[in-house]
């Protein structure tokens, strides 16, 4: 009775890692839309470009010249939001006229010397590449900063502005809102329950199967309970992991393995290489380091826009910016769909 | 030299509203974007559209005859987000797996009969009427329900699916995520201050003027300080007013007044029909009518996407999803931007 009252009727969902709720609203499925429709992604994207400044050998807008690389390649962002040695602003202010001294560093990194690829699309050990190499940028930026923010903005829809496949790195020396947020309420539920929030979920997601999109022996995508982007999913592994660099060998390797299928999925849905915004969210660094965080626990989450179809997005405007997230299918259809989906690539099928 | 430091490097600023950081990175505005550009709004709109279902005398999805009307028109949304009689998922759940009922009503107002004007080129009597169902709507939804929240998603950028002015108004009988944290952060302050925190901001903005786009006498339009988007705007009474039911007839004739000029500068900033979301925050309603609010202030929040140009907005993506807001021109200069710009709307300046 209660899955079907859910299913059928708009109710509220909590989100235990930023303290919120969700309003869900899945009979909003129904209404027509006559609103602003996307350009489906580029399709035709040249291997190589001579005028792409993320391509190998190129030069870019500050004069540098990319290495010859072939596999990942990392430098720093030509037009950083955050640069080492920003001043201090001074303290002694108004309590509603406050700021603070931002500082860190900006880099980017390319997953493949191809333009025309993506991580579904990539070979499983190159996929492994980039793992490792989110590791040694979290275990260097993460020796002087508390935070080292992994994100990949994936299509124009989602802001990015070059379709090389890249992610970038930011590290500041402060704690962001959504990861101080999140350790808050880590840290809270730990208290009181004795166990990590996210590991007792990933044992109970696994366990009801509903939500599960993708599984292996390490991790497991679901769409979670209280997800607010229709098909927002989040990664987890099995076992009890801080941060990305504590992740075994093996654990690795099964990280690739998932994000290829989890990917793949998401690619095969409407047909189209899946726009999103994604990132890594562990226990913070630098001085946090020799602090117990045993509240926490390594996740990522994919934020992916799409709702009807390749051109048809949800919409977090008005209520939503104002109010509250809503969302207009429930996240078990959501996960039910893509779990449906084959995990052999569109675009690979056909040969 | 401070003023400096703030305009050419990074920093964070405290938005008291929401206890939350924002990242301000001037120096980004010089990057040069490649990305995803958007179709400007639509410049030839029909005043009447025998499809529109929005149109006075049309037939709406549901069979429904709009009235043949000649001012605002309210009627119950099609695909209402909120249903008065959903039923209760029941309690007794696991910490991780909560849920609640969401009851309440959405209704649709139509501003004007005509389908090709907006609210910066209606008459002030006009825009009058508007305030006053606001009003109105708040009185009535307000008895049942704790929070009545009125929006308008301007533009097709921003989901909105018809041009006909309109806006929305959504009534829940629950206290939304954005409402209960901007009661909390109101709340706290006026307990350590002793004064309502966006009273004292509005007088120290009036002071301080360089965050002043529009004013009056009663009415005082401001960039915020903390502001996220580009061109956000925030909107407040002079004097403390709990909730837009407390306007005075002089006070909703200035709103009037200052709501024409603020969104003629905003259409003139890209000479095109400005896209946002806007709506109102003001202190809860249903019991809490009866309880204390004086730590409330009555104001709207303007929320436009646009960065550049008519076509290029702020994306607000992978590293604000995952990480904070960051913006890439300081308040002040959006401020100053939109001061200067004529308070006669460019359709109008030619005849
Ligand atoms: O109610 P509408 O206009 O159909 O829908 C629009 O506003 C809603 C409330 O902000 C959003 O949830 C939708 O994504 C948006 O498209
Ligand atoms: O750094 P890029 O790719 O130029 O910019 C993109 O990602 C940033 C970080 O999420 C955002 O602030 C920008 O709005 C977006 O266009």
Redesign the interface.
């Known amino acids: 009775l ?1 899955a079907r ?2 299913l059928e ?6 989100n ?1 890692l930023r303290d ?2 969700v ?3 899945a ?2 499925m ?7 429709v996307e ?1 489906p992604p580029e399709e035709h994207i040249p291997r190589y470009d001579p005028r792409n400044p993320l391509c190998p050998g190129n030069t870019r ?1 500050n004069g540098e010249v990319n290495s010859d690389y072939d596999s990942t390649f990392i430098f720093e962002n ?6 080492p040695d ?2 201090d ?2 303290s002694d202010q ?9 500082r860190g560093i900006c880099k980017v990194m390319c997953f493949h010397p191809w333009s025309d690829v993506t991580l579904p699309l990539m070979k499983k050990h190159e996929v492994l590449k980039v793992i490792d190499k989110w590791a040694g940028l979290v275990e260097e930026l993460g020796t002087k900063y508390p ?1 080292v ?1 992994i ?3 994936k299509g ?7 379709p090389h496949p890249h992610c ?1 790195v ?1 590290a ?1 020396n ?1 704690l ?4 101080a947020l999140s350790d808050r309420c880590q840290r809270a ?1 730990y208290k009181k ?1 004795g166990e990590p ?1 996210l590991l ?2 990933a044992r ?1 997601e696994a366990e009801k199967k509903e939500r599960v999109v993708v599984e292996n022996s390490d991790w497991l995508a679901v769409v979670p ?1 209280w997800a607010t982007w229709p098909y927002q999913t989040l990664l987890l592994p099995r076992r009890h992991v801080l941060r990305i660099t504590d992740l075994t060998t093996g654990e690795r390797e099964g990280l690739a393995d998932i994000m290829k299928r989890l990917l793949t999925k998401y690619d095969n849905l409407f047909e189209i290489s899946f726009p999103y ?3 890594w ?1 562990g226990a913070p660094t630098g001085t946090h380091l020799k602090e117990d965080n045993s509240h926490w626990h390594l996740h990522a ?1 994919y ?1 992916p826009p799409l709702l009807r179809s390749a051109t048809v997005k949800k ?1 977090m ?3 939503e ?6 969302r207009d299918l429930t996240p078990e259809q959501a996960a039910e769909k893509l779990r449906n989906l084959p995990e052999e690539h569109y675009k690979t099928r056909e040969n």
């Open positions: 209660c009252v859910l009727h708009q109710h509220l969902r909590y235990p919120t709720w309003l869900v609203s009979h909003r129904k209404r027509p839309w006559a609103g602003q350009k807008a030509d037009f950083p939001a955050l640069q920003a001043p602003p001074g108004h309590p509603l006229f406050q700021s603070k001294a931002a935070w923010q994100f990949e903005n124009a829809m989602m802001g990015c502005s070059n970038q930011w500041s402060f962001p809102n959504e990861p539920y329950h929030l007792q979920y109970q309970y915004s994604m990132g969210h989450h934020y919409f405007v008005g209520y910016m104002l109010a509250q997230e809503q």
